[in-house]
C-alpha cells in the first residue's frame, strides 16, 4: 500500500535550521516525483518543493528558494527537505506526497497523492 510518513518537525528560533524527513512505502521513488506541501491555520495548502524521479529536477516555491532544499536518500527511503534560514511565515503542517503519473518532472502546481499525516514546524522566538 502506498504510504508516506512526515517526521522532523518541531520548535526553532528564527534563523535556525531544521531537516523533514518523507518515509516513503508501496511504490519506488525511481519512479515518481514527490513533493513538500505546507498549510498553515487559516490559508490555504500551498507547495514547497517537489523532487522529480530521476533527482535531476527540484522546484521550489518562490517564498522558500534559496533556504530550502529537497533531496532524496535512496538507502532510507525518504525525501527529505532541509530548511535553513527558517522565518516565522515558515510556521505550518508541512506535508508530502507523490505524483499519481509515473517518470514525469516535478511540478508544484499539480495534482498529488497519498497525502501523509504532516508534521509541524513552529519558528517562533
Known amino acids: 500500500q502506498l504510504q508516506l510518513v512526515e517526521s522532523g518537525g518541531g520548535l526553532v528560533q528564527p534563523g535556525g535550521s531544521l531537516r523533514l524527513s518523507c518515509a516513503t512505502s508501496?511504490?519506488?521513488?525511481?519512479?515518481?516525483?514527490v513533493a513538500w506541501f505546507r498549510q498553515a491555520p487559516g490559508k490555504e495548502r500551498e507547495a514547497v518543493a517537489c523532487?522529480?524521479?530521476?533527482?535531476?529536477?527540484?522546484n521550489y516555491a518562490e517564498a522558500v528558494k534559496g533556504r530550502f532544499t529537497i533531496s532524496r536518500d535512496d538507502a532510507k527511503g525518504t525525501v527529505d527537505l532541509q530548511m535553513t534560514s527558517l522565518k516565522p511565515e515558515d510556521t505550518a503542517t508541512y506535508y508530502c506526497?507523490?505524483?499519481?503519473?509515473?517518470?514525469?518532472?516535478?511540478?508544484?502546481?499539480?495534482?498529488?497523492?497519498?497525502w501523509g499525516q504532516g508534521t509541524q514546524v513552529t519558528v517562533s522566538s
Open positions: 523532487l522529480s524521479s530521476n533527482i535531476l529536477i527540484a
Open positions: 506526497a507523490k505524483d499519481p503519473a509515473p517518470y514525469r518532472p516535478c511540478d508544484l502546481g499539480w495534482d498529488y497523492e497519498s
Open positions: 508501496g511504490f519506488s521513488l525511481d519512479y515518481y516525483a
